[in-house]
């Protein structure tokens, strides 16, 4: 394998990126069955972005991740749990729906981080 595509698309670790792509499949679930159920025909490249984004949402997650995790360090908040559940569908919603825009910074950072891991 090319050591770019192994330092950023293999950077993360494969359980967590089989985590977070099975959760990141419940939107093109969504999707499918609201086109399935359409009487128009949808164009190919709402295939290919339901696709991309799927594959791309477990870094654009780990983008979040990190974000999230520098702003509240070791925070520990208690709330009620339908309000978390809310709010952590509603970020999955976003970072799936932006995959395409924020999983570069996720990819970047992994091949800088391993880039400089593989140098010593």
Not at 78 to 103: D, E, P, R
Request: charged share 10%.
């Amino acid at each position: 394998m090319h050591p770019i595509i192994q330092k950023t698309f293999g950077g993360l670790a494969p359980s967590y990126y089989f985590r977070h792509f099975v959760f990141g499949l419940i939107f093109p679930a969504m999707f499918f069955f609201a086109m399935s159920r359409s009487p128009n025909p949808q164009p190919l490249a709402a295939y290919v972005i339901l696709v991309v984004n799927t594959l791309l949402y477990p870094y654009a997650r780990f983008v979040y991740e990190g974000v999230v995790g520098f702003f509240m360090g070791d925070t520990v908040l208690i709330v009620n749990l339908f309000l978390m559940l809310f709010v952590k569908v509603m970020t999955m919603a976003v970072c799936w729906g932006g995959a395409l825009f924020i999983a570069p910074i996720g990819l970047l950072y992994l091949f800088i981080h391993h880039s400089r891991a593989a140098r010593g």
